[in-house]
């Protein structure tokens, strides 16, 4: 199972900006073409007051800053050169995971939508949308908003592609700020098929993918969890990707690049369970040979060897 594509963590959250320039990014598309990466997902289009793109609604209605740089129309260039699929990521304010309120995010995203849209939606490699909300469980809201949300950038693009990466609400699944690597009231394999059978069935239509995030839970659950996963996609007409996520979570260090073997064992789960794409978060600082890590271009290296062997 290969990686074919890859989320831009360009607002960074909780990972250590590279400070990249336009001769940085156009040789990390070069490095993720190398290896087969099709397709590009920036993962939000900001978060908070920082931003991608000059947004004159965000700059005006929520106080964000002035970007020195437009890194929307910079990935857009890049993605229409090495002839990759990009998705555009949509607005986080914050808010919701101060709050568990969706509602800001819908009513700002609804004009980001059609502004990013009107504005770069000419760009030939921009082929979806990438709904940045992250859930973990039955979230109250949350089917609205992705209903809302998703139909939205379908409307306006021609019925463009939508994608979410939710979490699974498993042992590892403790705020980055926490100095706990694991919990103990993680959700049962009934739990999760049950709740998330919900929530497929209130947003088919609207979402087209789901790829969820593999690193929440322990490398013996991937296969019960996925069988589950790759099955209620598959009842609600959902494309089912895989986020193998290419860091650590097992370790109190937050966050490094992962150890080949475990994302090993994730990629051979997901082919497995018989997942049509695997996508990664992310490339850039943890696969990629010009990360800040040095440990991501040995497993590059890895990874290379990996597929090279693929039959």
Known sequence: MKITGTFIDEISHDIPHQNWGREEWDQDFRHMK???????????SG??????????YLLKNLGCYEPPVDLLELFLELSDQYEMQFYFGLYDSGHYWATGDLQLEIDSNRYVIDEVWNQYG???????????TEISRKTKGAIHAFRSLGM??????????TLISPWIDG????????NQITKDDAVSIK?????????FDGIKGAVDAVA??????????LPAFFEVNKKIADKHGLH?????????????????PIKFEKLRLKLEAARAAGYEKAITFEFSHFMSPQSAYLQAGHLFNRYKEYISNLK
């Open 47 to 56: 978060y908070k007051r920082f931003i991608t793109y000059p947004s004159k």
């Open 122 to 132: 000419h760009h030939p490699s921009f082929k979806g949308w990438y709904i940045s």
């Open 212 to 221: 969820f995030q593999d690193g929440h839970i322990d490398y013996h659950e």
């Open 34 to 44: 190398e290896v087969g990466i099709d397709t590009v997902i920036m993962i939000r």
């Open 191 to 199: 739990e999760h098929e049950t709740e998330w059978n919900e929530i």
């Open 171 to 178: 042992k590892k699944a403790v705020m980055a700020a926490s």
């Open 152 to 161: 939205q950038c379908k409307e306006v693009s021609n019925g463009l592609p």
């Open 240 to 256: 089912c990707w895989t986020n193998a996520e290419s860091f650590d979570r097992d370790m109190p260090i937050k966050f490094l």
